[in-house]
């Protein structure tokens, strides 16, 4: 089976910065895009931005210049630098990844747990 474990988030002062870390484990023949979503209270989820197998991102508007996306191939690891944070980026932050589990097996999405960024004074 696989996994995707999020590390990273926690509390942080408008202004600040935040790593998020997400590790896919298990049964993983081919990785293709990865990406991270976020979910407010009483909102929809949310694309934040997505890095596809050969290191291409894309952004939602709101966080154009202000967060990164980064993968590491050899660890299976997909990273969201989050800098000059805003009050409005409080969210659950959710990591997901497009992943074929065998050779015969087609690619399916999965999802981390979650990890909570909140962004406060």
């Known amino acids: 089976q696989v996994q995707l474990v999020e590390s990273g988030g926690g509390l942080v002062q408008p202004g600040g910065s935040l790593r998020l870390s997400c590790a896919a484990s298990g049964s993983i023949f081919r990785l293709y895009a990865m990406g991270w979503y976020r979910q407010a209270p009483g909102k929809q989820r949310e694309l934040v931005a997505t890095i596809t197998n050969s290191g291409i991102p894309t952004y939602v508007d709101s966080v154009k210049g202000r967060f990164t996306i980064s993968r590491a191939n050899d660890k299976n690891t997909v990273y969201l630098q989050m800098n000059s944070l805003k009050p409005e980026d409080t969210a659950v932050y959710y990591c997901?990844?497009?992943?074929?589990?065998?050779?015969?097996?087609?690619?399916?999405?999965?999802w981390g747990q979650g990890t909570q960024v909140t962004v406060s004074s």
């Open positions: 997901n990844a497009n992943i074929a589990p065998t050779i015969v097996v087609g690619p399916s999405a999965f």
